[in-house]
């Protein structure tokens, strides 16, 4: 059950931060793409708030939060790398 709650989360946050930062019509997405964005954001924002921040989400709005940032983060930093930008 706890896979599934991640994927979940993922899903939600990636989408959320899909639609904050929309691409352009190059950059690949995808439901699985999504997810993974989404779960890889979660990872990093879980990370950055506990490290740097000193606090961890206790409930399921305050991971999504987290998570939306965390992605929204990767996102920036994708971006960056390979010189995309929005349109």
């Known amino acids: ?14 989408v959320l931060a899909k639609a904050i930062m929309p691409g352009t019509s190059k950059e690949p997405s995808g439901w699985i793409l999504t997810i993974v964005l989404g779960i890889v954001g979660a990872i990093l924002g879980g990370w950055l ?3 740097v921040f000193g606090f961890g989400a206790t409930n399921i709005l305050m991971q999504i939060v987290i998570a939306v940032i965390g992605a929204i983060l990767l996102i920036a930093v994708l971006r960056l790398l390979t010189g995309r930008r929005a349109a």
């Open 49 to 51: 708030a506990s490290t």
């Open 1 to 14: 059950m706890n896979i599934l709650y991640w994927l979940i989360v993922g899903l939600v946050a990636g």
